[in-house]
């Protein structure tokens, strides 16, 4: 019997003001954000532990900077996880606005 290769699936969940990736329908991680007029705010990216070392973090915030970009929108990288990713995927260059006191401050009042 052969192991079929799990895909793994990520979903905007905007109430919550997240991206999710599953494996085999488990939470697997997110990537959160805050929208700021036609800026997605990311600050935030976590994958579980149980799901270390696979890659899904590259696979969540690949797929997350697609659906900003099929939106029309702006990526603004305050999370240092996805300013990496920015750095190391140049196919993105163009979604991307500096991170600046401003915004900073808009996200710390923005999170309580």
Known sequence: MTEQAVVPTVHNV?????????VDDAFAGLTAYHDRG????????????????????????????NDVRAAGMRVVPVCPYVKQFLGKHEEFTDLVDPVTPEILRWLQEVQG
Not at 14 to 22: G, S, W
Not at 49 to 56: C, E, I, M, P, V
């Open 38 to 65: 036609e800026q997605r705010v990311f600050y935030h990216t976590k994958i579980d532990d149980a799901f270390a070392g696979r890659g899904l973090a590259s696979v969540l915030v690949r797929e997350a900077l």
């Open 14 to 22: 905007a109430d919550r003001h997240r991206y999710e990736i599953r």
